[in-house]
């Protein structure tokens, strides 16, 4: 059940956010003076910074996000070790928190149970005897969260009907994350594909198939993954809003992909009868549909019993953990250890049973004043996008109505919701194992995602994020922008810092969502959240001709020796970024007309501003995961959100005095100017 559209400030993390720390405030003394800002700002920012965090062995990428995290998951351990230590009452909140957190923490019966606990669902899949079980079988399990179906199916906005959800139909979700690992022939990809054969076999081996079984079903699973990603769509092509967007009547969907059993899927998920449903992507789509017909039985049952394994192997034994890990995160991310139990036991909790954790997060550690101050500081961001939309030469007077139209219409969410996730038919039974109590998470979740979006109109009001997280996000079919409590503390929102940090840092965050209306994805849906044209045809035009310059300028950007960032995959993001710094350096110009701020530690404000931006992007990444990240993730590394972001930004240069034989400038006629 996932959400595909909501665009957040980085991919998400597991990670929450708990208190305040010194260190995670702005301060100059993190900067390294010795490099000079016009050849690495990014250094100059922020190098003591990363030089003062290395990476230790199970950190991929540590930086600010992950740091906050990390001192953060500290102390919602400490809440929860509570909960878990004392008796709460059966059926509390309390209860069910504290008890999840105890099975995870059990690592003697864990390991007792070994994979006892998915037993009954792989005897399950290996007693299917014809095509039609399998889809019954299938079905049952993706109710549980488990893909054996392959395709997505899930009720979300209508992209042409905004005020109601539909169905959605999207296609396959890769194990290893992205169809370039199936199908590239490099040295590197062909490695990578090594490590995860041997993973599937693994798999297979620790539920007892002879070694000869387990490398017969592997091969299996990988050939039918390849099937998949051979006709799935390109994260580029996912990007195209029109291309990824099919609706049906339900009888021409039976019609059009006869193959597949859309009744008996809709059935054993729990959905009501429906009228319509939008296939995002129909070639893959018409793939799972062939495989499901053609591929032998025996084939398929192994792709399901593999998924059923690889789901559950995070909360089976040490042993599953163990080869999940070695492929997950070592091969494929580059972490040398993984992250000691605790910490997973949390991130598990919150997985579970997240707007429950957050509700206690948001009692006891977010001050409403914050929610004040965010308030006033969107409203003043708002009010300078709107006035450069105003003075932009290059649009007409027709397109910037509607653009200020649909400005002035954002939904705007800081904090945590207005009313709580009801958790109260949700048990958590000490009796049962972990992985039992987690598959009935996951029905319950099936179950309350579908009564609340099948057939019905789409609630504004639902929060996409859970209020501890550590992001923000832009969703285009409610027009809303969301800032969670977990991103209103230092080194992004600190309320003790003076404009410049602050705007600098939240205010290009603000910025950035607000930005995400009008990027190359956002401009395309309109004010209501439909996905409607309401730019004339020259202007459009013009957009187009001035996004192609970010696009390119960011293709030329060389990652690591060879391999080069993708700027289609990233442009949406990359506006974002621009779009976010603009606003927030005219809303922060803005305020301090009124409230003049001097200079400090031999900075001046307009100064202190970029490197608070700098500051926020610190972080330290292997090259396994910037690797990864270059297929996977449409976010410029944080590196680049700085190095690349803000040449181009005229505000800079008149900042710090860049010149023509500085390394980071470009040329005013060649710098992006979009909004
Ligand atoms: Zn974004």
Same mark, same amino acid.
């Given at each position: 059940m996932k959400l595909k559209k909501i665009l957040p400030i980085l991919l998400l993390l597991p990670c929450m956010a708990y208190g305040q720390d010194e260190e995670s405030r702005f301060s100059t003394k993190y900067m390294d003076t010795k490099a000079k800002p016009g050849t690495d700002f990014y250094r100059y920012a922020c190098g003591k910074w990363l030089d003062t965090h290395p990476l230790t062995a199970e950190h991929s990428r540590y930086g600010q996000f992950n740091h906050l995290s990390e001192q953060n998951a500290r102390q919602v351990r400490q809440l929860i070790e509570n909960l878990a230590a004392n008796p709460q009452e059966p059926g509390s909140l309390a209860q069910k928190i504290g008890t999840l957190y105890q099975l995870a923490m059990d690592s003697t019966r864990l390991n007792a149970e070994s994979y006892t606990p998915i037993k009954p669902l792989l005897q399950q899949i290996n007693q299917i005897s014809t095509r039609?079980? +399998? !889809? %019954?079988?299938?079905?049952?399990?993706?109710?549980? =969260?488990?893909?054996?179906? !392959?395709?997505?199916? #899930?009720?979300? @906005?209508? %992209?042409?009907?905004?005020?109601?959800?539909?169905?959605?139909? /999207?296609?396959p979700s890769l194990t290893m994350g992205d169809r370039d690992y199936y199908l590239s022939n490099d040295e590197h990809t062909l490695n990578i594909r090594k490590a995860y054969k041997d993973y599937v076999t693994e798999l297979f081996l620790l539920v007892g198939n002879t070694p000869q079984e387990a490398e017969e079903k592997s091969a299996a699973v990988i050939q039918i993954e390849t099937q998949l990603a051979q006709a799935n769509y390109s994260r580029t092509k996912l990007r195209d809003v029109e291309a990824n967007y099919h609706k049906y009547t339900f009888e021409a969907l039976q019609n059009e992909y006869s193959e597949i059993d859309w009744s008996t899927c809709l059935l054993q998920l729990g959905a009501p009868a429906i009228t319509e449903v939008s296939v995002a992507q129909p070639e893959p789509i018409h793939q799972v549909g062939k495989l499901l017909t053609q591929e032998p039985l025996d084939n398929l049952k192994a792709y399901a019993e593999y998924k059923v394994i690889d789901n559950a192997a995070s909360s089976l034994s040490d042993d599953f953990r163990a080869a999940q890990f070695q492929f997950y995160n070592k091969t494929l991310s580059g972490a040398q250890q993984d992250r000691p139990r605790w910490k997973r036991a949390v991130s598990l909790v919150d997985d579970a049973m997240g !707007?429950?954790? =957050?509700?206690? /997060?948001? $009692?006891? #550690?977010?001050p409403e004043t914050s929610k004040q101050r965010m308030l006033q500081l969107v409203e003043n961001l708002r009010a300078a996008l709107a006035q450069r939309i105003t003075s932009l030469q290059w649009m007409s007077e027709e397109t910037k109505k509607q653009a200020l139209q649909k400005l002035s219409t954002f939904y705007v969410k800081i904090g945590y919701p207005d009313t709580w996730k009801d958790y109260s038919n949700r048990h958590i039974d000490p009796a049962l194992s972990l992985y039992e109590n987690l598959s009935r998470v996951a029905q319950f979740e099936t179950a309350d995602h579908i009564l609340r979006r099948a057939n019905q109109n789409v609630d504004r009001a639902e929060w996409l994020m859970t209020p501890q997280t550590i992001n923000a996000y832009y969703n285009p079919t409610t027009n809303e922008i969301c800032f969670p409590a977990g991103i209103l503390q230092p080194p992004f929102f600190d309320p003790t810092a003076d404009d410049a940090v602050n705007y600098g840092a939240i205010g290009v965050i603000i910025g950035h969502e607000m930005t995400h209306g009008f990027d190359d994805q956002g401009a395309q849906f309109d004010k209501a959240g439909n996905l409607s044209n309401w730019w004339t045809p020259a202007d459009k035009d013009k957009f187009q001709q001035r996004t192609q310059v970010m696009e390119d300028y960011f293709n030329k950007i060389e990652v690591l020796p060879g391999m080069y960032a993708n700027g289609k995959l990233t442009l949406g993001e990359n506006? @974002?970024?621009? =779009?976010?710094?603009?606003? @927030? +350096? *005219?809303?922060?110009? $803005?305020?301090?007309?009124?409230?003049? %701020?001097?200079?400090?530690? =031999?900075?001046?404000?307009?100064?202190?501003?970029?490197?608070?931006y700098g500051f926020i992007w610190a972080g330290n990444i292997r090259? $396994? *995961?910037?690797? *990864? #990240?270059?297929?996977?993730?449409?976010?410029?590394?944080?590196?680049?959100?700085?190095?690349? @972001? %803000?040449p181009h930004i005229d505000a800079w240069y008149k900042a710090f005095n860049i010149r023509k034989n500085d390394k980071l400038y470009v040329p005013k006629n060649k710098r992006v100017q979009v909004w």
């Open positions: 039609r079980g +399998y !889809m %019954l079988i299938a079905s049952q399990l993706m109710r549980r =969260g488990i893909n054996a179906v !392959m395709f997505s199916l #899930y009720f979300d @906005a209508d %992209l042409k009907d905004a005020t109601r959800y539909i169905a959605q139909v /999207y296609q !707007m429950a954790v =957050g509700r206690m /997060y948001v $009692e006891k #550690y977010f506006i @974002a970024d621009n =779009g976010g710094l603009n606003v @927030a +350096y *005219q809303a922060f110009t $803005e305020a301090i007309k009124s409230k003049p %701020l001097e200079q400090k530690d =031999g900075f001046t404000p307009q100064q202190r501003f970029f490197l608070s090259d $396994e *995961q910037l690797r *990864q #990240y270059n297929k996977l993730d449409p976010h410029s590394p944080g590196r680049w959100r700085v190095n690349g @972001a %803000l």
